[in-house]
Structures are given as structure tokens and as C-alpha cells.
């Protein structure tokens, strides 16, 4: 085994610092018992036969340091007689007996400094976080320039909480929505210490729902529709009715709706025939939480429209979370097999199961993401997407609906 050099004591300091385990020890209250570091020297066959390099590796490791050249780590001695050799002694031990000797064994007092800067600062503006300090230390030190900054928006959070305005309207000096966006998640973290619980929505998690955490407006939802009926419009000029809206408004549309339609592709979206009474949604993949909250789609007839892959699959198993009576459109077996031609790949398929698909819908699933389909099952994930079912095809199955009772929905 090769016996410990200077190269591998520093290297042992640099794993505690790596650790964060130096820098909590200039946390309040922290102290630093003498730490012992481990050493492998030269076994007793190695003393005879090898006694000049064992003298070389003694003077490299620092036991015979000059006046002015002290290593930072103190070596422990340890007597021996030997007899070949005589009386001698050799390196024990490496202990460190201060967190400055570590500190200078891998040359990190400046950014040492630097971390008592920040810990001073939160000790005195924002004491609630320093768990926090003590939990990440490096990514404090990391953030060190920035620190300042983010204390300053704790104190603002403190001031007011649940300020009902937008992160624009935050008005700190050299802190604007950008910064803020940047260090969501850190801020979180210190925010949760800080703030009382008052003051923050439990419910609300992750980096995308930081403003309705802690109080701040976030930008409104936006759902993108037609209406295809002829009865009535959503705007009041003729032509086109596409049309955004934000999710309040399409909570408290007034149309005669009956049925609602989703699908997820623009194209599709934009060519869907006309149809009375009904309103089509343009879904936008997984975005579906935003209709959660519209009271009046529970009484209506609602359809969704996706690929028939794995993953228009799980789209249509979480729009039943909210919507559970919602019905799949063309995405059934006899259509796969009708546009067997026009079938592609999916390159990562959603292997998880889905509960809320219905007994025909969980066959064919299973089929596209266990690879019973093609002409050599096993080989891949088929899928179809929307865009590739014939419009004939398309035209067929929504005149093959179930006729509507004359009872508007909203």
C-alpha cells in the first residue's frame, strides 16, 4: 500500500470541505475538536528494508519542517527500536488541531471569509434561515454576491405578506422579476423558515407555483377556443371565432354549450368542422389543469381529441381526474388500424399504468407501450398521430355523435 504523501492530506481536508462539514464549523455555536486524519506508513519489514525512503517520505510529509515552512497539520510520533535500525521514530498520526490549519492546508480562508460575510449578515436581518446556511453552506457560499439581495427580499415578503401584487411590482433596489425568477427555489427554502405559516399556501409546491405560495398574482391562465356553432358567437363581428381567454373568463362564459371538445394539435384545432351548440379547446398536451376549475363543464357532454400513443393516453387519464365523464374521440382500435400506413414511432412511451381509462382504452394501451402492434411486435412503440387520420374519417365519427337534448350546459 503507498504510504499517505501531503498530496493525500490535503486531499482528505478538501472531501470535509467538499462535504460542507469546515464551513459549518464557523456557524454560531460551532466548535472543532482536533480531527484526526488517516495515515498509512511503512510497516515494520518496510522500517529495515527501506529505511532511506522512509526517511524521504518523513521529510516530504513535513516532520522535519524548517523555521519557515511548517506544515498546517500536526504529526503525532511514535517511538520505536528496531534491531537493525535502532531507536527511531515515526509519523503515528495527522491530526488537525484548528479549523484555520484545515482551512490553509486547501487554501480556502478567502472564501472562508467570504461565508462569515453572509452567515454575519443573516444573523443579523434574517436569523430564521440560518438552518438553512448550515444545511447547503456551499450553495450559500456560491451565492454570496447574491445573498444580500435575496435577504432583502425575505425582509420585503416579512413586511408584506401575501402582497397580491406581481413579482414586477416588487420594488427593492437592484431586485427585479428576473432575479427573483432566478432564485425561486433558494428563496423558497428561506422563505418557509422565515415567514410565518399564515403567510404561505401549503397546497401550492415546486418552482411553477412560487407566486401562489407566497401571496404574489401569477400570470392568468390562458385557454384557447372556438366556438363552432352558428347560434351564437363569442365575439360580436362575424368570421373566425378563435379566440384566448383567461381561465376566470372561461369560467363564466355564457354560450349554449352542449358539447366541449379538446384536441391537442393547432391544425387539427384550426380545421375542425363546424358543430351546433358546441365549443372546441385547443389542449396543449399535459396543460390541462386549467379547465379543473370550470364548474359548468361537469354537466356538459365533453370529448377529447389526441394522438393514439402512450402518451395521449395519460393525457386523456389526467383530464379525467377533473373531468371523469370526459369521452375519448378517435382513439380507439378501428382507427389505429385504419391508418395502419400512416403509423409512426414513439420514442418514449409512458410505461405507467392508467387507472381511469376505460376497459377498450386500457387494451389498446397496453398493446402501444408492451409492442403488440406492427409488423414485428417487439421491435417499437407504434403511434398515430391526430394530424394523420383522414379528415373523411374525422368527418364520419363526429357525425356518428350522439344527437344533442337541447339542454345548454352553461
Given at each position: 500500500m503507498t504510504w499517505t504523501t501531503p498530496a493525500d492530506v490535503r486531499a482528505q481536508v478538501q472531501k470535509l470541505w467538499d462535504k460542507g462539514d469546515l464551513l459549518r464549523l464557523l456557524m454560531p455555536g460551532a466548535v472543532m475538536a482536533p480531527l484526526r486524519l488517516r495515515l498509512v506508513g511503512p510497516s515494520s519489514t518496510e522500517l529495515a528494508e527501506r529505511f532511506d525512503a522512509v526517511r524521504a517520505w518523513m521529510r516530504d510529509l513535513g516532520c522535519h519542517a524548517s523555521a519557515d515552512h511548517v506544515p498546517p497539520y500536526r504529526i503525532a510520533m511514535r517511538a520505536f527500536r528496531h534491531r537493525v535500525v535502532g531507536a527511531n521514530a515515526v509519523p503515528d498520526a495527522i491530526w488537525l488541531d484548528t479549523l484555520d490549519a484545515a482551512l490553509v492546508s486547501i487554501d480556502k480562508k478567502r472564501d472562508a471569509r467570504r461565508f462569515v460575510r453572509v452567515v454575519d449578515a443573516t444573523l443579523a436581518q434574517q436569523p430564521a434561515v440560518l438552518p438553512w446556511l448550515h444545511k447547503r453552506?456551499?450553495?450559500?457560499?456560491?451565492?454570496?454576491?447574491?445573498?444580500?439581495?435575496?435577504?432583502?427580499?425575505?425582509?420585503?415578503?416579512?413586511?408584506?405578506?401575501?402582497?397580491?401584487?406581481?413579482?414586477?411590482?416588487?420594488?427593492?433596489?437592484?431586485?427585479?422579476?428576473?432575479?427573483?425568477?432566478?432564485?425561486?427555489?433558494?428563496?423558497?427554502?428561506?422563505?418557509?423558515?422565515?415567514?410565518?405559516?399564515?403567510?404561505?399556501?401549503?397546497s401550492a409546491t415546486g418552482a411553477g407555483q412560487f407566486c401562489r405560495r407566497y401571496g404574489f398574482k401569477d400570470k392568468p391562465l390562458r385557454i384557447r377556443l372556438r366556438w363552432l356553432g352558428a347560434s351564437a358567437a363569442l365575439l360580436p363581428a362575424s368570421g373566425e371565432q378563435d379566440v384566448a381567454l383567461t381561465q376566470t373568463a372561461f369560467e363564466r362564459l355564457t354560450l349554449p354549450v352542449q358539447r366541449v371538445f379538446i384536441t391537442e394539435n393547432e391544425v387539427s384545432f384550426l380545421a375542425f368542422p363546424a358543430m351546433a351548440d358546441s365549443l372546441l379547446v385547443f389542449g396543449a398536451g399535459y396543460g390541462l389543469d386549467a379547465l379543473a376549475g370550470v364548474a359548468w363543464l361537469q354537466a356538459c357532454r365533453v370529448y377529447y381529441w389526441g394522438d393514439i400513443d402512450t402518451h395521449g393516453f395519460a393525457i386523456l387519464d389526467q383530464l379525467r381526474v377533473h373531468l371523469p365523464h370526459a369521452q375519448s374521440l378517435m382513439m380507439d382500435r378501428e382507427t389505429l388500424m385504419a391508418h395502419a400506413g400512416r403509423w409512426g414511432h414513439e420514442p418514449q412511451p409512458v410505461l405507467r399504468d392508467l387507472p381511469r381509462l376505460s376497459t377498450q382504452e386500457h387494451a389498446l394501451f397496453d398493446d402501444l407501450r408492451h409492442r403488440r402492434l406492427g409488423l414485428a411486435p417487439g421491435t417499437a412503440q407504434v403511434r398515430l398521430e391526430q394530424e394523420r387520420i383522414g379528415f373523411g374519417w374525422v368527418r364520419q365519427a363526429l357525425a356518428t355523435l350522439p344527437p344533442l337534448d337541447g339542454q345548454a350546459c352553461v
Open positions: 453552506p456551499l450553495q450559500a457560499l456560491a451565492l454570496a454576491h447574491e445573498w444580500p439581495r435575496l435577504l432583502d427580499v425575505v425582509a420585503w415578503l416579512h413586511a408584506h405578506p401575501r402582497p397580491g401584487v406581481y413579482l414586477r411590482q416588487v420594488d427593492l433596489p437592484r431586485v427585479d422579476s428576473k432575479f427573483i425568477e432566478a432564485h425561486r427555489g433558494v428563496l423558497a427554502a428561506l422563505l418557509d423558515l422565515a415567514l410565518p405559516p399564515e403567510s404561505i399556501d401549503s
